[in-house]
């Protein structure tokens, strides 16, 4: 029976192409998202429904669709043309809501669930479920042929609508009924220049029509069907009669198309040739489309860069803005430089250096007043300036990244449905902050430790403490780069200078130097692991959202591979 | 007595209806630039329609025959008008222009502003040689539509723009098309709002036997109550047989009669983008800002300004003027070694840079705010934005954040100027400090005085000569008595007055601190609170707006 053998090689590029649509759908918003993932669930559909089964078992029989519009007369005319009433037909719309698939007896084995249309469930009884499938094998149905009566492509219904479009994918052949009252409406034509431009055999089929119209209304159709590409098409024309007894047409009525469909059965040549035409038609027009998907996916892909991108900018930003304002000076003013000259001494900045009287009367003063240290007031307000410098860091950051998200629409979108907290720091950041800046601090008095293991018994060194180098090799860092902006070379220079000189006078400058890099690198790590968590938020609503890098010339590839072997592919 | 209560009322509508399309266009102008543009854009679309409608005649009544290709408006139209005018056809889409036909004169304006050309407008008395006066019909202007549903895409834009425009729609359905998505979800629905000027005819019933025409008139109505246009109207027809074309026409000559259309139409305008604007913009209160929260503000602002430091400044610059005028006069230039703290800055007691407000007013040397101090003030202003707005709409929320933060790059100068052109302290110095100085010079010249006298006794007794008579007070001499109380009396006075100047400089400093920091707040209140309340108000002018405009 069959002429057209298996195609393995394109059968396996079609299988793939499947998965891969499969793995990527669309979920950003983007301007050709919504056309992508309709082509996509498109050609998913098609090759699930149709293309696949159909390469598979060349020899099953034709699969007639009897689609168009609502009261257009399908049902009618299906019932019609086998002489019995297998459809439901009513003045109610629309009539039909599940598909009917009218086999002869003998064809029964092609039109099991592992076959064609695979999700619809079958069944054997009307059931109106638009998920069901009713097989009836009829005696009067042509052997080698299938009629399938579809729901309307346009009624209120929405499911009918989806379910009609899945049916005319799956077709070999459509039997596209319209009306007097039809024929021009904007949703049937959209179906069928679909289907004249994947060369699907489509033969229309003007129904309800007024005897004494019938002239002129085909011959304005044949001309419509004309310049939209289906000139090769047949068309049939039911002139609209008296119905009998159980709602049946005249059988001479339909009879041009019930002959065609008898020729159709008996010629094996012409079924494969109607087959074959829509089966290539469908595989030709999918590298286009796959094209579009792609492209489509690209953009995705484009997307989800950008948004990250847009982040980790904004992070990046913030980074580097806090490295400069702890190592430019800055830090060194207001309450930190008041701390800080508390802590030296009074007016004479080197008597600390110089003798320990400083030192004793400063102890003896604050246990005096009942203070604490000048060290430990300088550590917290070194904490408090840093926090509140992090802090509001990280805000801009937070915004400058959700203004970016919203400046695109899936960004936007992503912003909406993740709740409100993106574009600002999290909850619990201060806390985090406070602890990461203590922990930097600790880190800091340990580095000053380890250093002067050896240099314990120094004088200088015991007239600091840990806790007094910690806090100058701090004022060492905050004042690195002040010299060379020197905008801050009066007071914080100073500063520096004095701190810098106390730390070379313990450690020796080689090492005050490497201290002073390490202890920064160690601020800077900490910071930036404070972003990556906060950089994580983002992350965490896009991951669920984006397109692995490459889908798109993966799919792309494959579209390629498919024409190529499309050519290749000749009937045994 | 009734017609001049008619139009006693008529007159009434009209006014409350302008009312209501002010106070919509009040909240479309304050919500402008803060909502969705693309809502913004309706709004404003549907505000031109209805000022352009209520411009208009309200003698004249808009009904629009809208429907699907065959669907037999035009047959109904011709129908209604008595004359052969719309082309009926079995060749789709029939109709591709609006045809109008008025009833009774003055339809000009009217057909003009719905865009009809004269070449397809009828003026049914002129038309008919015999006159058929049709009273109850005065003022009607039926149109024809082209269909909605065809491959002609012009049709369907024209069919859009006029339905925005009609007082009346009447949507033709049919047995074939009664049910096409086409009409329900692009047009019925969205429409929902406006089931009082809308009526459905369900037309070609000839086509369908009695019982099957009652089914499918039901079935017809099930579907619109779907809708949410279960209380339309639906009237059956036969545009050929005649069939429901009385009840159609008196229908419409009772709405013709009324005169009420083109005021319902419009109001169900105005609901509908109300509602809409209305579900954008929430029902939140702002928040009031609590004096602490405010006080928060002002004081990072301050920091940020640097008024601390020149509080400090100021302190110390006083108590150095203090110690300098009332001092003890030998050892007071050695004060003026320091350098005055205020000088360094740039500024003076008597300070203002700028003395009026028509000097530019330059620059202090005050420390440019440090990144923490800035950031203190960023975080207090989002903090601030935050509490007024935590319970608007987002959308309201987001301008309100964003017009916080939008003037914050200018609060720097503007901070410095305020600082700058603050009067810290008084210039003249206060007159105590006069008498003390006076009496410092007063003891110093009596202790010099007791010198010189102690130095001309030494002489003359190292001389050998007599000693002169020697007064003596409270058995000291006199010199010694001035020498010595003198000098310790000038240095007591030195030391109280310098306790004194400093309380003194304590308490003009705090003056100053006062000065300064409302001179902050004015420009937080300016830069900050401001925009704030312009957002605030925008809101409140809006939700007005919104609920007057859908106060019937």
Excluded at chain 1, 51 to 68: D, K, S, T, W
Excluded at chain 1, 79 to 90: A, D, E, Y
Excluded at chain 1, 364 to 381: E, N
């Amino acid at each position: 029976v069959t002429e057209i053998g298996p195609p393995t090689g394109l059968l396996t590029v079609l299988v793939r192409l499947r998965q891969c649509l499969l793995d990527s759908p669309f979920r950003l918003d983007a301007p050709d998202a919504a056309d992508g993932d309709r082509e996509r669930s498109s050609i998913l559909a098609q090759l699930d429904d149709y293309v696949i089964p159909r390469m598979v078992q060349v020899e099953a029989p034709l699969l007639a669709v009897v689609g168009g519009s609502t009261g257009a007369g399908k049902s009618t005319l299906v019932n019609s043309l086998l002489g019995r009433v297998v459809s439901r037909m009513g003045v109610l719309r629309p009539t039909t809501r599940s598909a009917v698939l009218v086999h002869n007896p003998a064809d029964a084995q092609w039109f099991g669930a592992d076959r064609l249309l695979p999700d619809l469930e079958r069944t054997t009884r009307p059931t109106g479920d638009p998920g069901s499938l009713l097989l009836l094998p009829v005696e009067t149905m042509p052997a080698g042929l299938a009629l399938l009566d579809a729901p309307d492509v346009d009624s209120v219904e929405e499911r009918n609508r989806v379910l009609a479009g899945q049916l005319l994918a799956a077709a070999d052949l459509w039997l596209f009924v319209t009306s007097a009252a039809r024929y021009a409406d904007q949703v049937p034509w959209d179906y069928l220049k679909a289907a004249a431009s994947r060369s699907t055999a489509v033969a229309v089929v003007l129904d309800r029509t007024e005897p004494a119209a019938i002239e002129q209304v085909s011959s304005h159709l044949e001309q419509m069907m004309q310049a939209r590409g289906l000139g090769d098409s047949r068309l049939f024309t039911v002139a609209e009669s008296p119905l009998s007894g159980d709602g049946l047409l005249p059988p001479e009525a339909v009879r041009p198309i019930r002959k065609w469909l008898d020729s159709l059965s008996e010629d094996v040549a012409a079924r494969t040739a109607v087959i074959r035409q829509t089966l290539e038609g469908a595989i030709a027009s999918l590298p286009a489309r796959t094209a579009l998907v792609a492209s489509a996916l690209t953009t995705q892909e484009q997307i989800s860069v950008a948004l990250r991108v847009d982040v980790v900018d904004a992070y990046r930003e913030a980074l580097d803005g806090v490295a400069d304002a702890t190592q430019d000076g800055t830090m060194l003013r207001g309450e930190v430089l008041a701390r800080w000259q508390e802590f030296v001494g009074t007016s004479d900045l080197f008597k600390g250096l110089e003798t320990r009287v400083g030192r004793l009367r400063d102890r003896l003063v604050s246990a005096a007043r009942g203070t604490p240290p000048p060290a430990q007031t300088l550590t917290v307000a070194v904490e408090s300036g840093l926090q509140t410098l992090i802090v509001e860091y990280a805000e801009t950051a937070a915004e400058q990244a959700a203004r970016g998200w919203r400046s695109l629409p899936a960004g936007a979108r992503l912003l909406e449905t993740s709740g409100s907290g993106l574009g600002r720091a999290s909850r619990g950041l201060t806390a985090e902050v406070e602890r990461t800046i203590r922990d930097w601090q600790g880190s800091v008095l340990d580095m000053v430790r380890s250093e002067g293991a050896d240099k314990r018994t120094t004088a200088r060194f015991l007239a600091y403490g840990v806790n007094g180098l910690g806090v100058a090799l701090m004022m060492v860092i905050f004042a690195s780069t002040a010299g060379v902006t020197g905008a801050e070379i009066g007071v914080a220079g100073g500063t520096a200078v004095v701190a810098q000189k106390l730390l070379e006078a313990v450690f020796g400058d080689q090492a005050v130097r490497r201290l002073a890099m390490e202890a920064r690198a160690d601020l800077n790590a900490r910071v930036e692991s404070l972003w990556a968590e906060e950089q994580a938020r983002f992350f965490a609503v896009l991951e669920g959202q984006q397109t692995p890098p490459g889908t798109g010339e993966r799919l792309r590839g494959l579209g390629e591979e498919l024409s190529a072997a499309r050519f290749t592919w000749e009937p045994v | 007595v009734t017609m001049l209560g008619t139009l006693r009322s008529r007159l009434s509508r009209r006014d409350d209806l302008s009312t209501r399309l002010a106070a919509l266009e009040t909240a479309v102008d304050a919500a402008r630039g803060r909502l969705d543009p693309a809502l913004i854009r309706d709004a404003d679309e549907t505000l031109t329609r209805a000022h352009g409608r209520i411009r208009l005649s309200p003698e004249h009544t808009i009904v629009a025959l809208a429907g699907a290709t065959g669907s037999g408006k035009s047959s109904l139209f011709n129908r209604l008008c008595g004359l052969e005018l719309a082309a009926v056809g079995v060749r789709r889409p029939t109709t591709s222009w609006t045809l109008a036909c008025s009833w009774g004169p003055g339809a000009g304006d009217v057909l003009d502003w719905l865009g009809v050309p004269a070449r397809h407008q009828v003026d049914r008395a002129s038309a008919l040689d015999v006159v058929a006066p049709e009273p109850d019909l005065q003022g009607l202007v039926l149109l024809d539509l082209p269909d909605h549903d065809s491959t002609e895409v012009s049709h369907h834009l024209e069919v859009e723009r006029l339905v925005r425009l009609a007082d009346v729609l009447v949507w033709v359905l049919d047995p074939q098309k009664y049910a096409d998505a086409a009409v329900h979800e692009r047009f019925l629905r969205p429409l929902a709002s406006h089931r009082d000027v809308m009526i459905a005819v369900f037309n070609h019933i000839d086509e369908l036997g009695s019982i099957a025409a009652a089914e499918a008139v039901a079935d017809a109505r099930r579907l619109l109550a779907a809708d949410g246009l279960g209380a339309l109207r639906l009237i059956a027809t036969s545009a050929t047989r005649g069939d429901g074309v009385s009840e159609l026409r008196s229908e419409l000559a009772k709405r013709v009669e009324q005169k009420r259309s083109s005021h319902v139409r419009v109001s169900a305008d105005i609901d509908n983008v109300a509602r809409r604007l209305m579900s954008a913009t929430g029902s939140g209160e702002p928040t009031a800002l609590s004096g602490k929260q405010r006080a928060e503000l002002v004081d990072a602002c301050a920091g940020a300004a640097g008024v601390p430091v020149v509080v400090a400044a100021v302190e110390e610059a006083l108590r150095m003027r203090a110690s300098q005028a009332t001092g003890w006069p030998p050892t007071r230039w050695l004060s003026r070694l320091r350098p005055d703290p205020l000088r360094r800055l740039h500024l003076r007691p008597g300070m203002t840079l700028g003395t009026g407000s028509d000097v530019p007013v330059a620059r202090s040397s005050l420390p440019s705010p440090t990144p923490v101090q800035r950031a203190r003030v960023g975080t207090a202003v989002r903090r601030t934005a935050d509490v007024v707005g935590a319970s608007l709409p987002p959308a309201w929320e987001t301008s309100l954040r964003a017009a916080s933060v939008a003037r914050l790059a200018g609060v720097t100068d503007a901070l410095d100027k305020a600082v700058a052109t603050v009067q810290l302290a008084d210039e003249r110095a206060p007159r105590w400090w006069s008498w003390v100085r006076a009496l410092q010079w007063l003891l110093l010249l009596g202790a010099v005085l007791g010198a010189c006298w102690l130095a001309a006794l030494a002489g003359i007794s190292y001389l050998g000569l007599p000693p002169p008579g020697d007064p003596t007070w409270l058995s000291l001499p006199v010199p010694t008595w001035l020498l010595l109380g003198g000098l310790l009396l000038g240095f007591a006075l030195a030391a109280t007055s310098r306790a004194v100047g400093r309380a003194s400089a304590r308490r003009r400093a705090r003056r100053a601190d006062v000065r300064l920091r409302s001179s902050v707040a004015d420009v937080v209140d300016e830069l900050v609170l401001g925009p704030i309340q312009v957002e605030i108000d925008a809101y409140l002018t809006c939700r007005r707006g919104l609920a007057q405009a859908l106060k019937r």
